[in-house]
């Protein structure tokens, strides 16, 4: 059964950082594409980054391009978030996903399993 486990949330100030991770287990990590989604109150949830399985190719959202990284570390089986510059229109519950094969994507419908999320709160 997979699993994520998403950590590293918390409540920072506005241009703060934070590191978020969520190490997986129930397959073959390093077989399939990761993500990561967020969600504010009453929106829908958006799409925020994606790698593709070896970790060669990524792409991020216009709204954080430039100031979030996505990477994995395929032997520990654990996808990672670097968030700088961080503005309070970026809280939300963040979620990282694990896609139904190698090749990143931005729609969630590409994305087989969820992890529970993460808070994230920036205050101004």
């Known amino acids: 059964q997979v699993q994520l486990v998403e950590s590293g949330g918390g409540l920072v100030q506005a241009g703060g950082s934070l590191r978020l991770s969520c190490a997986a287990s129930g397959r073959t990590f390093s077989n399939y594409a990761m993500g990561w989604f967020r969600q504010a109150p009453g929106k829908e949830r958006e799409f925020v980054a994606t790698?593709?399985?070896?970790?060669?190719?990524?792409y991020h959202a216009d709204s954080v391009k430039g100031r979030f990284t996505i990477s994995r570390d395929n032997a520990k089986n654990t996808v990672y978030l670097q968030m700088n510059s961080l503005k309070p229109e970026d809280t939300a519950v963040y979620y990282c996903a694990q896609g139904s094969h190698g090749g990143y994507g931005d729609s969630r419908l590409q994305y087989t399993y969820w992890g529970q999320g993460t808070q994230v709160t920036v205050s101004s």
């Open positions: 790698i593709n399985w070896s970790g060669g190719s990524t």
